[in-house]
């Protein structure tokens, strides 16, 4: 069974920094696309950061500079490291991973982590 658990949502004051986990089991980690993506209410789902699993990074324009994401392997997790956090950045983030669970590829979801800046 595939399981993706995220942790490290938080209630953080803007310009502080939050640093967000997000740990899989029944994939194949080591070759699969890790992601970070997140939804405000009322808002569609937006890609945060993305890493391939050559350690290849991608990010949206809005958290260039701010956020990093990275992944280790040894420990099947991929984390999001969030600074200079605004109210705007306000939202449910969810782990996503295009992997293999040793049968096919698909794409697996976490149940999310809340993430709340105050202005």
């Known amino acids: 069974q595939v399981r993706l658990v995220e942790s490290g949502g938080g209630f953080v004051q803007a310009g502080g920094s939050l640093r967000l986990s997000c740990t899989a089991s029944?994939?194949?980690?080591?070759?699969?696309?890790m992601g970070w993506y997140r939804q405000a209410p009322g808002k569609q789902r937006d890609m945060v950061a993305l890493i391939t699993g050559g350690f290849s990074t991608n990010y949206a324009d809005s958290v260039k500079g701010r956020f990093t994401i990275s992944r280790d392997n040894a420990e099947n997790t991929v984390y999001l490291e969030m600074n200079s956090l605004q109210p705007e950045d306000t939202a449910a983030y969810y782990c996503k991973a295009f992997a293999s669970d040793g049968r096919r590829w698909m794409d697996y979801w976490g149940q999310g982590t809340q993430v709340t800046v105050s202005s």
């Open positions: 029944g994939i194949i980690f080591g070759t699969s696309s």
